[in-house]
């Protein structure tokens, strides 16, 4: 871990454009000073511990006025960084901002690094590891749904619900050692059963965590999805219809789609890029072929597929064609045109879908059920904010749960107990690098609180 920074650190804390407000934020043992020597209010008061001061930010060398601003002191500890904080709120002109941060720079504080005022929160304790990560993606966000996400993983929702494991493989870690180098002591054995009890617990409460993954990268990534069919099934007013808006030529033309198009929207929430692919079939037209090709690659890479039929005429060999290229992946059956006569028999229909929505693209029936059927199988559900939502936390939990594994594979060949401890150190490592740190001391402190070992 990275040693602590005694530094006073600078930076403008808003994205650099015209606006109303802009925000230069420091932090570090020098940055009251530091305000002082570049701030003064009309009647020549000092600046409080939260308590919002407007003044003006002038010049040093000169006296020069560069702006008016508001200035706000956070006294260590009872800041984000932990650490003496200020923030000047300046009118939102780029070169305001620049000038208030180069006489901070000229006044001793240093140009903060990418990330350095959330580095130096979690590095004073402010913030774990796994909430750093979600002001990242809270900064990023890009659907309300990915705000209410990283809003709950930053009061702590993952941490909660890693924390129990964690403290129990220190509980257990604890009885091990002390079973082993303080046996002389009347310290007990603990049974390998209670062992193996212990080890289940703190493994369910790891697995629904792991299983979150599943959901929580498609929240924080989104899905790609790919419109597949014949010529003139629709897929191009479903593509709009589900954009809500017209981006995809229609038109009653076979084959008006010859390239791919794709666009980025949110459905509930998540990131969606659509693609509407160009109606795959047999093309005598070179330009149509090349446009086809793209679409075979395209639905070969989604994430989801729509395989679109028009519900007015039967079932076609041109379909069970298109049929026999999707057999290898799982699609989402679309029965179009549903506001006309049904031509499309039910036992015509395809058997191996994952479901089947019936709408129509030029009424919007059906369409808010096919936006919801496209995360059906996920189990997409407001306030899901106990998601694990990047990789690097999903593999320090998986890396924990094989170590578990490993160490109930041990019990069952009766191997010692300093084997078992081996892969329970192993498991903690992973959960302390989600988390953070885990001293040697919290399981000795567990150790003595609990054996009465030396009386």
Known sequence: MPTLIEDTIAAISTPLGKSGLGVIRLSGKDSRRIALSLFATP?????????????????????????????TYFQAPRSFTREDLVEISCHGSP???????????????????????????????????????????????????????????????????VRPAKEGLVRLIALLEAGIDFAEDDVSVLPEAEIGRRLSNIEAGLVPLRASFTL??????????????????????????????????VTEIPGT??????????????????????????????????????????????????????????WTTMDAEILVRLEARSYLLVVNKIDLTQELEEQSLPLGAKSVCRVSAKTGQGID????????EYGLQEGQGDLVTNIRQEQLIESTLVALEKCQKSLISQMPHEVILLDLYSALKALNAL??????????DNIFSTFCIGK
């Open 95 to 161: 070169v305001i901002l620049k000038g208030v941060l180069r006489l901070a720079l000229q006044a001793g504080a240093r140009l903060a690094s990418p990330g350095e005022f959330t580095l130096r929160a979690f590095l004073r304790g402010r913030i774990d590891l796994v909430q750093a990560e979600a002001i990242r993606d809270l900064i990023e966000a890009q659907t309300l749904f990915q705000v209410k996400v990283a809003q709950e993983q930053l009061t702590g929702s993952i941490s909660r619900r």
């Open 43 to 71: 009647d020549k008061s000092s600046i409080e511990d939260r308590v919002p001061v407007l003044g003006r930010v002038f010049e040093p060398s000169t006296g020069d006025v560069i702006d008016q601003a508001v200035v």
């Open 257 to 314: 789609t010859r390239d791919l198009v794709a666009e980025t929207t949110q459905i509930q929430g998540i990131p969606v890029r659509l693609m509407d692919t160009a109606g795959i079939r047999e093309a005598n037209d070179r330009v149509e072929q090349l446009g086809i090709d793209r679409s075979v690659e395209a639905v070969a890479d989604a994430d989801q597929v729509l395989f679109i039929v028009d519900g007015s005429e039967p």
């Open 435 to 444: 988390t953070g740190e885990t001293t040697v001391e919290d399981i000795l």
């Open 216 to 249: 929580g990268k498609i929240v924080s990534s989104g899905l790609s999805i790919a419109l597949a069919g014949r010529p003139n099934v629709g897929k191009s007013s479903v593509f709009n219809a589900l954009l809500q808006e017209d981006r995809s030529i």
């Open 369 to 376: 059920d096919l936006r919801r059927a496209l995360f059906k």
